[in-house]
C-alpha cells in the first residue's frame, strides 16, 4: 500500500491533538484546494478517565477490552472531527501505536516490544478503522522504536508534503515529545527538504496553557506568568509564525473539537482554550 503525496501532513499524537493545534490551517488548506493527510500516531487507548466516563464504569475496573472500546470510539470521532474540517476518512491515518507509552516505544531499541500498560496489546491494531502497518504490509507493526520510525518514514516518503506539522518537543506530554523526535528524525533520514512546524499542547497545569482560558475567538494566545515560571514553557515568545483565523474558522475549529466528546466530556474548558483569533507555530529542526 503506497499513499498519494499531499501538501500538508500533520502527525497527531492522539486524536484531537490535530483540531487543537491546527484546525484552523486545516480549514484553510481544504479551502484552497490543498491535499491534506492526518496521521494519528496513537488512537487514545490510554486515558483512564475518559473509559471510565464514556463506559460509566470506575477506573478500578477497567480491563483491556474498555480501553479498545475507548480507542474504537476516539477514531470514530476523529473521523467526524476531520469531516467538520473538510476531510474524508481516506485523508486520515492511524497508526496504532499505544497511547501514553509512546516514548518507551521511541527508546525502545530491542526487538521485545512495548506492552500497552492498558490494552496489553504488543502491536499495532485498528478497533475501528484499519492500522496503517497492517494495511501496508500485511500484519501488525510491533511496538518497538523500529517499526514505528518506519511506519513514519514510509509516510512520510510516499506522501511528499510541502509542509509537515507535528507537536512540539517543549510540549510537556511525552506522548507528544516521541512523535517530534520520530518525525524529527523520519525526516532528517530521509533529507525532506520541505517545512517542519510544531504547535504546543501541554505546559505545565491545563489552567496554565493555553492563555486566556476558554474560547477566546477574538484574544491572541498570550504567555501566562504564574508561581515562578512563564507558560508555555521552553517555546520562544512570541511565536515565529501567527496564522490570523477568521470568526468563521474559530467556530468550525470548536465544532470539531466537540465532536471528540469522549475528551470534551472531561476536558471541555481546557479543549476549548484552543480556540483563539489565531494558530501559532515554530520551525524546528530536523534531527
Known amino acids: 500500500m503506497s499513499l498519494a503525496p499531499v501538501d500538508?501532513?500533520?502527525?497527531?499524537?492522539?486524536?484531537d491533538d490535530e483540531a487543537l493545534g491546527a484546525g484552523g490551517v486545516i480549514q484553510?488548506?481544504?479551502?484552497?484546494?490543498?491535499?491534506?493527510?492526518?496521521?494519528f500516531v496513537t488512537s487514545g487507548d490510554g486515558y483512564p478517565r475518559a473509559a471510565s466516563t464514556l463506559l460509566d464504569k470506575p477506573i478500578p475496573e477497567l480491563g483491556p477490552p474498555d480501553y479498545v472500546s475507548l480507542a474504537a470510539t476516539r477514531q470514530r470521532e476523529a473521523v467526524a472531527a476531520g469531516k467538520v474540517l473538510g476531510l474524508s476518512a481516506s485523508s486520515l491515518v492511524f497508526l496504532g501505536y499505544p497511547d501514553a507509552?509512546?516514548?518507551?516505544?521511541?527508546?525502545n531499541e530491542s526487538r521485545a516490544p512495548v506492552e500497552s500498560p492498558y490494552t496489553?496489546?504488543?502491536?499495532?491494531?485498528?478497533?475501528a478503522l484499519p492500522d496503517y502497518h497492517t494495511?501496508?504490509?500485511g500484519e501488525p507493526g510491533a511496538y518497538t522504536r523500529r517499526s514505528a520510525l518506519a511506519d513514519v518514514v514510509e509516510i512520510l516518503r510516499d506522501s511528499q508534503p510541502a509542509q509537515v506539522y507535528v507537536t512540539d518537543p517543549a510540549d510537556t506530554h511525552p506522548d507528544h515529545v516521541a512523535t517530534f523526535e520520530l518525525v524529527a528524525e523520519a525526516a532528517a533520514g530521509i533529507g525532506f527538504a520541505g517545512g517542519l512546524l510544531t504547535f504546543v499542547v501541554h505546559s505545565g497545569p491545563v489552567e496554565c496553557w493555553p492563555w486566556p482560558q476558554g474560547a477566546t475567538p477574538h484574544s491572541l494566545f498570550e504567555?501566562?506568568?504564574?508561581?515562578?515560571?512563564t507558560y508555555p514553557i521552553g517555546a520562544e515568545w512570541p511565536p515565529?509564525?501567527?496564522?490570523?483565523?477568521?470568526?468563521?474558522?474559530c467556530t468550525l475549529k470548536l465544532k470539531a473539537m466537540g465532536a471528540h466528546a469522549s475528551q470534551c466530556a472531561i476536558d471541555g474548558n481546557y479543549l476549548e482554550s484552543f480556540?483563539?483569533?489565531?494558530?501559532?507555530f515554530w520551525r524546528r529542526a530536523k534531527r
Open 8 to 15: 500538508l501532513l500533520l502527525f497527531a499524537p492522539h486524536p
Open 28 to 39: 484553510q488548506a481544504v479551502a484552497a484546494r490543498k491535499k491534506v493527510r492526518i496521521v
Open 101 to 107: 507509552a509512546m516514548a518507551d516505544v521511541h527508546a
Open 120 to 127: 496489553g496489546k504488543h502491536s499495532t491494531y485498528g478497533p
Open 135 to 137: 494495511g501496508a504490509h
Open 223 to 229: 504567555q501566562h506568568a504564574t508561581d515562578g515560571a
Open 240 to 249: 515565529p509564525i501567527r496564522v490570523p483565523l477568521t470568526i468563521s474558522e
Open 275 to 280: 480556540v483563539k483569533a489565531e494558530e501559532i
